[in-house]
């Protein structure tokens, strides 16, 4: 199932980020995960489905594309579930098969889709993973992984990362020293973004003006608490602080 494991692959992890397509987690944090990278803190991605039905590349090389994207940004782990691109639902099994997922990497933190967002895949997955969160924690929810019984696991926190829709952030991660770097793992999408060489049909990501506009975005949020760059998240819950000077030093 893994599609890319690093030579120091941990487990459990920090943090598991979930995208919809290979690329979402890149698009929407690719330098919140470079940045838990060089804190040492080990991260895993797990896509839902392999980006099939895009209009560009092919399942081949989207598959290339993400083992690259996942070392460029030290990547412990990279699994995809593979639940077919445009036409996943929210069903019992394939909520059991993220729970499984969940169980097995034991994050503390989960990344996963916003709830609004422009691609109609999005938008499930979103709701697919804040149910599966959810449910891992249950006792009497059984699953396994390689034929063995998992224990329950419910991450700590979940963080809901802003893509395409914009969106007034909870929290802003101060990212500057990690952008310039995190764009490589975004390009290793070579088959997606802005080409003048290829001969395939223009898609909404494959303007140059694209790109340009995931610069902008992380230049707003970096403003808006005083930085170069930042990346932001949505968070549905209250955060208890259990210090004051944690956050307000
Ligand atoms: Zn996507």
């Known amino acids: 199932m893994s599609v890319y494991q690093s030579p120091k692959s941990s487990n459990p992890v920090y943090a598991l980020a979930f995208g919809a397509h290979p690329d979402d987690v890149e698009l929407a944090c690719a330098a919140t995960m470079l940045k838990l990278h060089d804190e040492k803190k080990s991260v895993a991605i797990c896509d839902l489905t392999e980006g099939e ?36 639902e929210n069903t019992l099994e394939n909520r059991n098969k993220i729970i499984s997922v969940i169980r097995y990497f034991q994050p503390t933190v989960v990344f996963a889709t916003q709830p609004e967002e422009r691609h109609p895949d999005h938008i499930r997955a979103s709701r697919l993973i804040t149910e599966a969160c959810f449910y891992a924690g249950l006792q009497k929810i059984e699953t396994h992984w390689n034929n063995q019984p998992q224990t329950p696991h419910r991450p700590k926190h979940l963080l809901y990362y802003i893509q395409d829709r914009f969106a007034e952030p909870d929290v802003i991660l101060d990212v500057s020293q990690t952008y310039e770097a995190s764009r490589k793992a975004i390009l290793a999408y070579k088959s997606q973004f802005f080409n003048p060489d290829s001969t395939e049909p223009e898609t909404f990501i494959s303007r140059k003006e694209f790109l340009e506009g995931l610069d902008a975005k992380a230049r707003v949020f970096g403003e808006m608490i ?19 000077s944690d956050v307000f030093r």
């Open 53 to 88: 039905k895009g209009t560009r590349g092919t399942r081949e090389i989207r598959q290339r594309e993400a083992q690259e994207a996942a070392s460029w940004l030290g990547i412990t782990e990279r699994i995809n579930l593979n639940l077919g691109d445009t036409a996943f």
């Open 226 to 244: 005083g930085a170069k760059y930042g990346e932001g998240f949505l968070i549905y819950r209250h955060l208890g602080i259990a210090t004051f």
